[in-house]
Structures are given as C-alpha cells and as structure tokens.
C-alpha cells in the first residue's frame, strides 16, 4: 500500500524559531511520517494518520489530503480570541485561560505541543509541581488526559480550581446564573455595615466606598447563587480588583494610585469581561464538550510533599511532570495578588508577608531569615552542587556600599532559592514512574552588585540539581521570549529554555 499524503499548514502568525522545531517534533512524535518535506508556510508527510491525531498539533492551522482541507482543534481554539485578523497573532488567552491576567503563568501552546511530542496519552496521569494558575491542568483537561498540580500560593489553586470549573458547567448556566448575580448586584442589595474585622478595614483602605460596596455586594449574591461554581465568577471579578483600587494597577509592588480612575463603572466593565470569557468558554464547550474531570489544584508545597499525592483525585506514579517553576526573585506573586487574596478570604491581611516569603522564588527574607540563609550559604549547609555555592559566593564577595538593601540580599535569596528547587527536584521523584520526562519552561537571570552585571544561566544552575538528585538529562531547548516594553522591561525574562531531565 503506497503511503498517503498529507499537506500540514502552519498558523499565519509569526513563528519563533523554537516554535517551527516544537512543530516539527510534535509531528515526529504523534503521525511518524515516512517522509517529510519542508516549505515555507507549510509541510507535506507521507503515511498512515488517523483524523484524530492530525487534530491533536498545536503549531498547524489545517491539514488536507488533496480532497478536502480540515482545522485542527488549536486553530479552532485560538480563533475564539474575538480580534480582527486575530489568525495573524498568535492567541494564548483561549478557553479559560483567559479569565485572570494571572503574572507569571506561561504560554499554553508550548504545554500542548509538549504533551504531544512527549507523547502523553489519554490514559496518562501529569503533574505539575508549580501549577499557578492552571496553564498545564487546563491544556491537559482539554486533552482528556488526567492531571493534578500543587501550589503554595492559594491564589493559585483558587484559580485553576476556578478555570477547571468552568470547563465542567454548561455555559447556559454559567450565563443564566451570571444575569442574576449581576442583576442584584445593580439594585443596590443588600445594603450592610461593614464590620470592623482585619479584611474590612484592609479593602476599606483600598477601596473607595461605593466600589467597595459593589464588589462585597456581587461577593455576597455570587456565594449565595452559584454555590459550587462561584470561584467562576470570582475569578474574573477578582481580574479587575487592581484597576478599581487605589493601588497603582501597573506596579507590581504596593504603591498609592497616581493614575486616574477608569471611567467605566466597575460592574459595568465586570458585565463585559464576563461576556467576553463566558463566549470564549462557549466556543471551547461547542468544539469538545463539557469537560468534567477529576484534575484539580491543590493548595500543596512541593519542597514537602510528603504523603500528601497519595490522597489526591490523580493519585501517583504519574507519567509525566511539566511546569514552568519561578524565577529566581523575579515576580513578588503575593503582593501582586493580595487585594483578591484579601477579598477572597484565602488570607488575612496580616499573614500576607509570611506567604510572600515562604513562596519559592522569593525577594522577601521574614524577621532573622536574611542572617539564618547568610550563615547557611556561607556553611553550604543545603549541599548545592560546587558550581552553585561558588556563584553565590562570588556575588557576595562582589557587594559593595554602594549596593542598596534589595542587592545586599540578593546572594543569599538565590542560594535560599536554588535550595528550594533541589527540595522540589528530590521530592517530586518518588512520585513519578521510571522512564517519567519532567519539563520545567525555566528563565534567565541577571543582576548588578558592586557596579559588575552577573548573567545567571539558572537553566543550567537547575540541571546541576536535577543531577544532583537523582534526575537524568534528557534535552535542553533554548526558547526566544518576546520583548517587553513596559514599566518592568529592566526586570523582565528575555530568554528561556526548555529542560526535559527523565527519571531512570
């Protein structure tokens, strides 16, 4: 029998190169062509395929075999994102997954291209050890393969929890729900006193009355008409919590408002940002279905997991862990998220810098932690490979006078930081089966200290203890990021790399 063929399409985007070899990849692994022919905008195998797996590729739009010309389900996907020519711009808000803004999470067609050429099944079980705000859960979910993650942050959970949820409720009554919730939040009812508890006179100093009123207002009927589905609505709410405050919404750290308020009434641009992800949620339903599964995000620390996978919904050895962890004193995820944190009653006002410094990837020491983590590293008392404790001995060797409090701490925050992560790398190796792939979306660091820019190949610093613990290096895949133009430019990731380390 001769071999058929078939022409795959790329997206009309433009492509990082990453992206054109993930694409490639993913073909090897899921069709295994005979033969492949490359082209510019598209590429032509010869084989046996079966629909559903040409379906499956992340990185084409289409596929036909000369008689007629199909979407993949990933083109499908991404044109839910509602912009004109939005086929031109690769779309990474699709499905749930734009219901929050959440900082830090990564882009969901590179955990689909990687389950597909890691060659994940439906039968499969994945991990995630860092599952923020569900990017692998989701991808995962709407694959049909079975998948759990832990997060220390319970903003986290909350929210993956909340996009999983989504995936499971018909959007009929998603809506339906949705219209009487906003309906009573608009009369104005009911009309209370605000008690003088440590969650209310913190959002009071947030908020200025009349949306504080509104907001505690929509949290009240939400929890009495949704029920089991609320997170749903109070995610997306919860989006919008910064731009209504008298924080600064662009700053990532706490600082008083100095731009003006947005014009649009608070309810008002809630009703049309719940349209919007209630439409996306729509789209997603009509092309697989409702989804209800037993993956979920639990509120875990994977430096100490302990028994604790044992008694989740996906229960170990798992088959495979993909995560994309913290960077190294990148993002200060708690006082991004403290206002919903605070709102949502998931923390106290006072408990929120002891969060912020337990998270891994931290710029937060509490009370003695700076000298506890100093006499730690100068003793290389957690055992980091040679390499590592060298580095950060020379950036504390490298201090000077000149170099403010931020910098002063930052040698001892990277040693507390790469010890956190070879706790995850020890940890989460019992949990996994033999032959497992563990792929970590890892980002490049740099710093300043004493006048002198040390770049910091975390990448490689991570494979270091990997191998320190047990794991094998399977690849290494050097990813382009996009640039930023913003208040954060200076602070942000420009490069990227793929680790995919295995289990023996």
């Given amino acids: 029998m001769s071999a058929k063929k078939i022409t795959l399409y790329y997206h009309k985007y433009r492509y990082f190169p990453y992206e054109r070899d993930f694409a490639i990849k993913e073909v090897k692994a899921t069709l295994k062509p005979k033969r492949i ?49 939005s086929d031109k711009k690769q779309s990474t808000r699709y499905s749930v997954h734009g219901m929050h803004e959440y900082k830090g999470k990564f882009n969901p067609q590179v955990v689909r291209s990687i389950l597909n050429f890691l060659g994940i099944k439906e039968d499969d079980k994945v991990f995630d050890p860092f599952c923020g705000s569900g990017t692998t859960l ?4 709407h694959a049909s393969i079975s998948a759990v993650g832990c997060d220390i942050n319970p903003f986290a959970s909350f929210l993956s929890n909340a996009k999983l949820k989504a995936l499971s409720v018909p959007i009929e009554k998603i809506v339906e729900t949705g219209e009487r919730i906003f309906s009573l939040t608009e009369s104005g009812s009911p009309s209370f006193s605000f008690l003088k508890t440590e969650r209310e006179k913190y959002l009071k100093e947030w908020f200025v009355p ?23 609505y109070l995610s997306i709410a919860s989006n919008l919590l910064r731009d209504y405050s008298l924080q600064e919404p662009k700053d990532l750290r706490i600082r008083r408002r100095k731009s003006p308020m947005p014009e649009t009434p608070w309810i ?16 997603t339903q009509r092309k ?80 003695s932690g700076r000298r506890v983590w100093l006499k730690k590293m100068s003793d290389n008392k957690e055992n ?20 403010g409090f931020r910098r002063q701490v930052v040698p001892s925050l990277l040693y507390r930081y790469f010890a956190d992560m070879q706790l995850m790398f020890r940890n989460t190796y019992p949990f996994m089966k033999s032959n497992a792939p563990f792929a970590l979306i890892v980002g490049h ?47 942000s990731v420009t490069a990227e790399t793929l680790i995919i380390l295995k289990k023996p």
């Avoid at 009349?210 to 749903?232: D, G, P, R």
């Avoid at 980091?384 to 170099?403: K, V």
């Fill in 384 to 403: 980091l490979p040679d390499p590592l404790y060298n580095l950060c001995r020379e950036l504390q060797t490298s201090l000077s006078d000149t170099d």
């Fill in 268 to 283: 008002e641009a809630l009703k049309e940002f719940f349209d919007i992800c209630a439409s996306k949620i729509e789209a």
């Fill in 138 to 141: 989701i991808e995962c979910t």
């Fill in 445 to 491: 660091n740099h710093t300043t200290l004493g006048g002198k820019r040390f770049d910091i190949d975390t990448p490689k610093y991570l494979v270091d203890l990997a191998l320190n613990t047990g794991w094998e290096l399977d690849q290494v895949i050097p990813l382009q990021t996009y640039q930023r133009y913003d208040l954060h430019q200076k602070n």
């Fill in 210 to 232: 009349e949306i504080l009123l509104s907001i505690e207002q929509f949290l009240v009927h939400t929890m009495k008409l949704a029920k089991s589905s609320s997170s749903i």
């Fill in 37 to 85: 022919e490359l082209s510019d905008d598209h590429i032509d195998i010869w084989g046996e395929f079966s629909e559903r797996e040409l379906k499956k590729l992340v990185y084409f739009s289409g596929y036909e075999d000369g008689k007629s010309k199909c979407n993949t389900l990933q083109y499908d996907l991404e044109q839910q994102n509602g912009f004109l020519n």
């Fill in 288 to 367: 697989i279905g409702v989804i209800s599964s037993k993956n979920h995000a639990y509120k875990a620390d994977a430096r100490n997991l302990a028994l604790q996978p044992n008694r989740w919904t996906i229960k170990p050895p798992y088959t495979a862990a993909i995560t994309s962890p913290p960077y190294a004193t990148a993002l200060p995820y708690i006082d991004t998220q403290r206002l919903s944190l605070v709102w949502l009653d998931l923390c106290k006002p006072s408990e929120i810098r002891a969060y912020e410094s337990l998270l891994t990837g931290s710029r937060e020491f509490r009370s």
